[in-house]
């Protein structure tokens, strides 16, 4: 390690750079103190910080393992050499890192707008597409960082009940969108976790765009790389040829890079034009693009994080079905559980135990519960305390 390396952690108050990568760089807990500046509730945040330096903390959908080898080394290099540079006179640039999110999907950088994690796409988009006679559409429950600015606004929210299977309804979806600003589709869904299938998500714009085409459609991919659903598909190429459809996609997830809030929008150029107009000028740091752009060009280790996450939600899944437990079909990498009891006396008894889980979510929160998939060894330390807790 080099010195000026050695003297940045001994002013972090770390000494091993393997220190840096867990809560540092993954930010765990962090969805959860979002939750609280939306005004739903701090008690999460402050029941973290309150739990033993061992716990298990599967709350927030983070990646318990943090950002891949090359990303971790492009954090480091940076750190040694550029990091007092502004983005633009960085390598790799901001400019470059979008050149490599347009390649990856045969698009030009006009089609990508960066945002400090991609829930600044999905408030941007909040703010440039809803108004007071605008409404935003979304479903409920689901992803609340667009719908919270539009209420904050004053534009009016029309929501959506999932269907039996807790899954996006598309019929219901297509009819709110009539004049609405802009629909917001979680897909797949948090807090649910189910996917709307690729045919559903193409049915629904083709109808969105007959019956209403000055609406906007934001296509949340957050959890995209933890899907295994063949049914599922990205939406990107969707986005590149259709006007007034965009994806969101976040580095925070399978990228294990939630501490260091980077996400994007990708979409056909004059939707992402408005956008941009929106977004701060140097919204994404030099360490953050430097392991975004490392990571890919790694596209293996992206495929291991989602075999990992899928070994260790099986095994979850598995536990929770022997006690009676039903899982809505995982997606990603946290599972929505009927624990048959509200999710805070389910909360409350795990947290006894040194396990901490997702917040409350109606207007299903008096019967399930949302677990993040953590390591394999976490999810068996959890599976113990199911056990004793669910018995
Ligand atoms: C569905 C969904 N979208 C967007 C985000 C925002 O993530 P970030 O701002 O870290 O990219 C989250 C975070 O948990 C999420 O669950």
């Known amino acids: 390690m080099s010195l000026s390396r050695r003297a940045f952690f001994r002013n972090l108050g770390v ?145 959506v009940s999932l269907d039996a299977n807790l899954r996006l309804d598309p019929e219901s979806i297509a009819r709110e969108a009539n004049g609405a600003g802009l629909v917001f589709l979680c897909n797949p869904n948090n ?32 959890y995209e790389d933890y899907v295994t659903d063949p049914a599922h598909q990205t939406a990107i190429p969707l986005a590149l040829r259709t006007p007034n459809v965009f994806v969101a996609r976040t580095f925070s997830k399978a990228y294990g890079m939630a501490g260091l809030r980077l996400g994007y929008g990708i979409g056909h150029a004059d939707t992402i034009a408005v956008l941009a107009q929106w977004t701060h000028v140097f919204n994404s740091n030099n360490l953050a693009n430097a392991a975004a752009v490392a990571s890919l060009n790694d596209p293996q280790h992206l495929e291991q994080e989602s075999a990992r996450n899928k070994a260790a939600r099986d095994y979850t899944i598995g536990v929770l079905s022997a006690l009676g437990c039903q899982a809505a079909d995982s997606q990603t990498n946290f599972l929505f559980v009927n624990v048959g009891r509200p999710a805070a006396e389910f909360r409350d008894a795990c947290r006894e135990h040194g396990v901490m889980v997702g917040r409350d979510f109606p207007p299903m929160e008096k019967t399930h519960a949302r677990i993040s998939i953590g390591t394999m060894d976490e999810m068996r330390r959890a599976a113990e305390v199911f056990r004793q807790v669910l018995a």
């Open 191 to 222: 807090p649910s976790s189910t996917v709307m299938p690729a045919s559903d998500v193409e049915a629904l714009v083709a109808e969105v765009r007959r019956s209403s085409p000055d609406t906007h459609i934001l296509i949340d991919e957050a």
């Open 15 to 159: 000494d091993r750079t393997d220190s840096l990568s867990r809560d540092f760089l993954t930010s765990r807990g962090r969805e959860a103190l979002e939750m609280w500046r939306n005004g739903l509730s701090f008690e999460d945040d402050e029941a973290r910080m309150q739990m033993p330096a061992d716990a298990v903390l599967i709350s927030s959908n983070e990646n318990p393992l943090g950002p891949g080898p090359a990303a971790y080394q492009a954090l480091l290099d940076g750190l040694d050499q550029q990091a007092g540079r502004y983005p633009t006179n960085f390598r790799p640039s901001h400019r470059e890192l979008m050149q490599t999110i347009a390649d990856k999907y045969d698009a030009r950088p006009e089609n990508v707008t960066l945002g400090t994690g991609s829930g600044e796409i999905l408030e941007n988009a909040a703010k440039a597409f809803t108004s007071p006679d605008r409404a935003l559409v979304t479903a409920d429950p689901s992803y609340l960082q667009a719908r919270r600015v539009a209420e904050r606004a004053g534009h009016p929210v029309r929501t």
